[in-house]
Structures are given as structure tokens and as C-alpha cells.
């Protein structure tokens, strides 16, 4: 055969050697050009064969077994694809040269690239698990590592689609490839798209979530328990969970959680430690809280250790764990020995006041709209932005001119709902439609809302999270989605040049008129009641049915100020102030009328014997007037004083203080008994704290009739 005599050996054209795995001679596709470059130029031409014009001009490929025994795989896959000699497809390609040399000594690479393009097989796309050494560690086992014995296998590249710019794809926006933020809507990166359901039903679940974490916390407890006994007593899982439902009834479904989840890490550590089971020992969860230090757990995690006991011990009424809350060394480990600087949301600027505005009136999208609508509802009403999506109502309050005032939400769900200030009663939260900007943006953001369909509650709520197709859904947007699309629209995703310590976030709506508040130098007071915040001085609000009226004439002013720039917020304190005006309304220096405020328990039981009704009836004039001229000591806020002999005693939630005559301890002198919440006072009571008249004017009363009594049986 002429194998051995075109290449002897098995050698290349280099005289290195080339074999194949079964030991046969190998010839790379370059080594294919070279001998077939040698026979043309040996003379080995036929030009009268019509198919003389191939890679080399007028070189007739090779026949037979000579072919097979002397070209690459490379070279016979090319004459497998076009015809067995594969001359048809280099005719066209191969017979002239573009730069007008002769044919028959010019290399044509177009021609060859093309030919060792097609013989190689396209790649296909490949999951990330088939792929490197992930395609090792995931395979099957006979997925062996596999050595290129030949070098890297060459693969066909991937063709491009069709009517895609590689210049658009190649191009470095410099930005997260997720979305293409030019091009897609803000809500589309906020908003967290979730399940459809409504604030009241999600509220409801995340309870019973919340009973249901407790029910199995609750099964890792001693059988001793105090608690233990009383879910014994239910019949069945049902009463077992009403039960826990009444018991968690007016808390946070987010706090109940909370402290079950610490509860259950405390049953974890009893539990992989073989101690004692829960409730423990002090001495136990003593060093619990030591190990837990030693794993590195920050102050703030072993305080809501302590706060999930405390939570046991008087919600769940569990009195075994009151040692555990009155031991100081306890409490020591929990306490923050290094101090910290408080992480608290920063206030928004004026400026950035006014984009907000811009973007109601100006935004191409309408979401954009919307939602900076809402967050200057939040941030004028001085509320919390969950508060404000768990509003029952919602109405705009207009002048005798039928022009827009004021823009007032009302909620029973919110954080102060337990106090006594705000107890039993809805939270009204009033927002001016004037803003910073000096002009009304209710307007506006409400024909954006009704463009889109919304309506306020109760048929719909302040702020709807939208769809991914942009229609809005019965779910309110949460507050750190609310804080995302602030930061959106503010560009403060990546920091600014005030600095890179302030913290953005939906809270920063409450706190801006707040802080502007303080700046300018209102007074505590005044600043407690536009934040809505529980105070001691909460009598005054029980008669008054708009007792946020002075406050928000502060607040007016104060956003008046700012829109004509007098008063500059944003400026050091040197040059906040412009021009103060000097009608700026002060504390009230007007004598204060206390009155009898009793509540519905102490009604119920203002029903005193006929005795008692006669004599308090008919006391006199004399004393009347006295009682008149002691309650004149209220002015200074000054308790008044009972008569000599007469103890005090005080109601623990009530505050009420009532009287008893010397010698007596279990009825008061108005009547009522003494029950198991009032306590004797040893002290003076606080000024605002209420008072019982019926006691007061009976011991007063008594105490003249005594005098006038010694003052007649004294000799003359």
C-alpha cells in the first residue's frame, strides 16, 4: 500500500510522531493540507477531471483506501457531508483567488475555515450542574474525570439570534444584570410579589402560626407547670388552641412569634444538654445565657431572652419563672456593657420633600404617583406607614369654600392601641394638604387613584402593592418595600454626599415633621401630640373631641414657614431661624379645672345606701364653698389634702383615689368596698391623678360637723 510510503512510520510532516489511541497512524487537518499540497505540486494533476479545483486550485483529492489511510478525521467528515469527495461544495469556493494569483499555488482559508467549521458539532447549552467540576460531583457513578489526551475539544460556537444588536448585548450598563432598570418600572424591583390576601386574613394567619409555634414549644414543658395543668384540663386541640387565642388576644401576631421562637431555643439547649425541663431553674438559665454570650450572641438577643421569660411569667401566668426575672445576675449578662450609637431612621430633607411632590405631579409612571402620594400622607400625618395601611377609613375634611383642608385616616390596629389615652378608640390621623412646596398635593395624588380604580377604605386601602401586571391587589405594601421604593425614588441606593450614615427607611416618614418639630422649638407636649405617643397628661383628651386641633395649627405653621422659607430645617442651628413671627403660640398659662372622670366599673357601682345619698345631699352651703375653694388648689396642680385621720388609698390602674375614715379599711367613705386593686397610699399622689368627691365631700363634711360638735359642748 502507499501508507507506509506517504507516511512512513506513521510520522508527521515534521517528523514527529502522531498515533491514535489503537495504535494506528494519526494525521492532524494541517497535515491533510500538507500532503495534499505535496501531491499537487509532485504533479499529480489531472486538469481534465471536473473536479480538479478544490482547497490548493487544480489538486485532485486522493481515492480509495489511500484517502482513508492518509486524511483526518477532519477531512473525512467533510467528504461524508458533501458527496464522498466533497469537490462539489470546494468548486465554488476554491477555484480562483480573490487577489488574482494563480489558483494553484494560493491557500484558500476562507475555504478551509469553513470546511473545519461544518465538520465540528454545534455545542448545546448545558445546565450549571453539568458543567466544570460540579459535573463530577453530580454525575452519575461512571461519570468519570475526563483527560484530553488531544488537548481541549473544539465545539461549533453558538450562532446568534436573529435580530439581536451584539454592540447592545456587549455593552456595560455598569449596573445589576436581574432587570434592565432603564427600561422596567420602579415597582417591578420594590415590590415583593406575594400571595393575594388581605391584611385582616393574613393578620389572622400569622396568629394562628404564632398559636400553632407555641402549642409545640409548649409540649417540651414539665408536666408541673402551672400551665401544663390548665392545658390539661381542655378536652381536645381545638379548646387547646382557643384557648392560646384568647390568652394571645390584642398582641402582635409578629411578637408572639418572637417570643415562642426564643422559648423554643431555650427548650433546644435544655433539651440537648439533658437538664431539667421547662420552666428551669434560675441557676440554669443563668448559665443558658452564659453559653450563649460565649457563642457570641449580641446584648440584644439575650435581652429578648429575658423578654420572652417576662412574657411567660405574666401573659402565659406561668409564677414559676418569677425568681428567674428577679435575679440580678441574670440581668447583668443581658445588660450592653460597650455603648453603642442608636441606629434611628434619618429624617428626609426639604428637598427631598420636594421631589416627592415632584413626582406626584410629574412622574411618567403612574405607580411612581401613587406610592410618593402615600408617603406624604404618612410623613404629613406623622404615622407609622403600617399603621396607615391598616386604616378603617379614610376622608378628605374640606373648608367652608368646599377647597381641600385636610386629609384624615383613622385605625384601630396600631401601636398605642393598649394605652390608656388611646383605649377602646379609633387613632385619627390628620394629614394638611398644604405641603413644603407651598401648594395642595391631595389633589393631584387622588385623581391619580381614581385613574387607577382605588378607592380609600374601607372598599380599598392607602397604598395597594401592584401585580407584575401593574394592577393593584388587596395586600398592602409592606414597610420594606415601602422603604425600597423611597429609596428609589430618592436615589439613595448607593449612598450620598451627606454621607453614608443615613438610614433611609419608611420610618424616616414618621420622624421628618417630628424632627422639624423639635428644630424649630416646640415645645414637649405639643411635639407628644403630633406623634401620638401615650402621656401622663392624658386627661385633658378624655372630654376634648378634637384634641389634635392646637397641634396641627402648630404644624401648619410650622409647613407655612418652610414653603416661604423662614424657617430652614436642613441648615445648622445658627441659621435655621429667618424670621420668627411673634404670634407663635405658646403653653397655656390659664388655671387648669380638674374634673371627676370615673369609669364605667365605678359608675356601676356609685349606687351608696339612702344614708349615705341624704347626707351627701344635704350638706350645706359652708361646705360646698370649701370644697369649691380647695379644689382652687388644682390651679398649681396641687392634690388635695383629705381631713386629719383620713387615710388615701389609690386604685393600681385606675388611679382613683378614695378615702377612709380612721379605723376603717374595708369600705370607703363613699360607699364603695375596697377591692383586691386598691392599695394605701404612703406618698403623694400624682397631680393628675383622679379624684373621688363623694369621699372627699362626706370627709370634709364629717370633719366640720366634729369641730362644730367640740366647739358647742366647750365651756363658755
Same mark, same amino acid.
Given at each position: 500500500m502507499e501508507k507506509a510510503e506517504d507516511n512512513p512510520g506513521g510520522h508527521s510532516v515534521d517528523g514527529s510522531l502522531n498515533v491514535s489511541l489503537d495504535g494506528t497512524p494519526f494525521n492532524s487537518f494541517s497535515d491533510d493540507l500538507q500532503i495534499m499540497r505535496r501531491e499537487g505540486e509532485s504533479g499529480n494533476v489531472d486538469t481534465n477531471d471536473a473536479y480538479t479545483d478544490n482547497l490548493f486550485g487544480n489538486v485532485e483529492p486522493l481515492q480509495g483506501e489511500e484517502g482513508l489511510s492518509v486524511c483526518s478525521p477532519t477531512t473525512i467528515a467533510t467528504q461524508d457531508v458533501y458527496g464522498g469527495r466533497g469537490s462539489d461544495f470546494l468548486h465554488g469556493i476554491g477555484? #480562483?483567488?480573490?487577489?488574482?494569483?494563480? @489558483?494553484?499555488? =494560493?491557500?484558500?482559508?476562507?475555504? #478551509?475555515?469553513?470546511?473545519?467549521?461544518? @465538520?465540528?458539532? =454545534?455545542?448545546?447549552?448545558?445546565?450549571?450542574?453539568?458543567?466544570?467540576?460540579?459535573?463530577?460531583?453530580f454525575g452519575g457513578d461512571d461519570s468519570g474525570i475526563e483527560f484530553g489526551v488531544w488537548g481541549e475539544q473544539m465545539s461549533r460556537p453558538t450562532p446568534l439570534l436573529w435580530g439581536i444588536d451584539q454592540q447592545v448585548l456587549d455593552t456595560d450598563h455598569g449596573g445589576s444584570l436581574k432587570r434592565g432598570r432603564m427600561h422596567s418600572c420602579n415597582f417591578m424591583d420594590v415590590v415583593s410579589f406575594k400571595p393575594d390576601v388581605p391584611w385582616p386574613e393574613q393578620r389572622d394567619a400569622d396568629l394562628q402560626r404564632g398559636i400553632m409555634l407555641w402549642t409545640g414549644v409548649t409540649s417540651k414543658w414539665s408536666d408541673s407547670c402551672s400551665l401544663m395543668g390548665k392545658i390539661a384540663d381542655m378536652r381536645n386541640e381545638a379548646e387547646v388552641f382557643n384557648m392560646f387565642a384568647h390568652v394571645f388576644s390584642g398582641r402582635a401576631p409578629v411578637t408572639v412569634r418572637?417570643?415562642?421562637?426564643?422559648?423554643?431555643?431555650?427548650?433546644?439547649?435544655?433539651?440537648?444538654?439533658s437538664l431539667e425541663l421547662f420552666p428551669m431553674k434560675e441557676i440554669t438559665f443563668y448559665r443558658f445565657l452564659c453559653h450563649e454570650q460565649l457563642q457570641g450572641a449580641p446584648a440584644s438577643r439575650l435581652q429578648g431572652y429575658i423578654q420572652a421569660i417576662a412574657f411567660c411569667r405574666h401573659v402565659l401566668d406561668v409564677q414559676e419563672l418569677q425568681t428567674v426575672l428577679d435575679s440580678k445576675r441574670c440581668s447583668g449578662v443581658a445588660r450592653e456593657t460597650c455603648p453603642k450609637e442608636r441606629k434611628q431612621?434619618?429624617?428626609?430633607?426639604?428637598?427631598?420633600?420636594?421631589?416627592?411632590?415632584?413626582?406626584?405631579?410629574?412622574?411618567?409612571?403612574?405607580?411612581?404617583?401613587?406610592?410618593?402620594g402615600a408617603a406624604l400622607l404618612c410623613c404629613y400625618c406623622r404615622g407609622r406607614w403600617g399603621d396607615l395601611m391598616r386604616s378603617e377609613t379614610a376622608f378628605l375634611d374640606v373648608d367652608e369654600n368646599r377647597q381641600p383642608a385636610y386629609l384624615e385616616t383613622?385605625?384601630?390596629?396600631?401601636?398605642?392601641m393598649s394605652s390608656q389615652m388611646h383605649r377602646h378608640q379609633?387613632?385619627?390621623?390628620?394629614?394638611?394638604?398644604?405641603?413644603?412646596?407651598?401648594?395642595?398635593?391631595?389633589?393631584?395624588?387622588?385623581?391619580?387613584?381614581?385613574?387607577?380604580?382605588?378607592?380609600?377604605?374601607p372598599e380599598g386601602l392607602i397604598m395597594p402593592a401592584p401585580d407584575k401586571n401593574g394592577e393593584p391587589t388587596q395586600r398592602p405594601l409592606e414597610s420594606g418595600e415601602c422603604g425600597k421604593w423611597l429609596r428609589r425614588l430618592l436615589n439613595m441606593e448607593k449612598g450620598t454626599a451627606d454621607g453614608p450614615e443615613r438610614r433611609i427607611s419608611s420610618h424616616s416618614l414618621k420622624c421628618t415633621m417630628l424632627s422639624f418639630a423639635a428644630k424649630r422649638g416646640l415645645s414637649v407636649p405639643d411635639r407628644l401630640m403630633l406623634g401620638y405617643h401615650s402621656s401622663q397628661m392624658h386627661m385633658a383628651l378624655v372630654y376634648s373631641r378634637d384634641g389634635a386641633a392646637a397641634s396641627l395649627i402648630l404644624l401648619e405653621r410650622l409647613i407655612e414657614e418652610i414653603a416661604k422659607g423662614k424657617f430652614k430645617p436642613d441648615s445648622t442651628r445658627s441659621g435655621r431661624v429667618i424670621d420668627s413671627p411673634a404670634d407663635q403660640p405658646g403653653p397655656q398659662k390659664d388655671a387648669v379645672k380638674v374634673e371627676q372622670v370615673m369609669s364605667s366599673d365605678e359608675e356601676r357601682n356609685d349606687v351608696a345606701p339612702a344614708s349615705d345619698s341624704s347626707d351627701s345631699t344635704s350638706s350645706s352651703d359652708s361646705s360646698a364653698q370649701e370644697v369649691l375653694r380647695d379644689r382652687g388648689l388644682n390651679k398649681v396642680f396641687a392634690p388635695p389634702q383629705p381631713p386629719e385621720g383620713f387615710s388615701r388609698w389609690q386604685h393600681s390602674k385606675l388611679k382613683t383615689v378614695h378615702l377612709t375614715e380612721p379605723g376603717y379599711f374595708r369600705v370607703f367613705v363613699c360607699g364603695r368596698s375596697v377591692g383586691a386593686f386598691h392599695q394605701r397610699l404612703t406618698q403623694e399622689p400624682r397631680f393628675d391623678s383622679p379624684i373621688c368627691w363623694a369621699c372627699f365631700n362626706k370627709a370634709r363634711a364629717s370633719d366640720a360637723s366634729a369641730v362644730n360638735s367640740e366647739t358647742a359642748g366647750a365651756p363658755g
Open positions: 477555484s #480562483a483567488d480573490v487577489h488574482g494569483r494563480d @489558483s494553484a499555488n =494560493s491557500f484558500n482559508f476562507d475555504a #478551509a475555515l469553513n470546511v473545519a467549521f461544518n @465538520s465540528t458539532e =454545534s455545542e448545546q447549552p448545558k445546565q450549571v450542574w453539568e458543567t466544570g467540576i460540579w459535573k463530577y460531583i418572637k417570643r415562642g421562637t426564643a422559648i423554643l431555643r431555650v427548650c433546644n439547649y435544655l433539651e440537648s444538654e431612621a434619618s429624617p428626609l430633607t426639604v428637598v427631598e420633600l420636594q421631589k416627592l411632590h415632584q413626582v406626584v405631579d410629574e412622574a411618567p409612571d403612574i405607580w411612581d404617583a401613587i406610592f410618593a383613622r385605625t384601630g390596629r396600631h401601636k398605642t379609633f387613632l385619627p390621623m390628620v394629614a394638611p394638604v398644604k405641603g413644603v412646596h407651598g401648594c395642595d398635593w391631595a389633589t393631584p395624588w387622588m385623581k391619580h387613584r381614581t385613574s387607577m380604580g382605588l378607592a380609600f377604605p
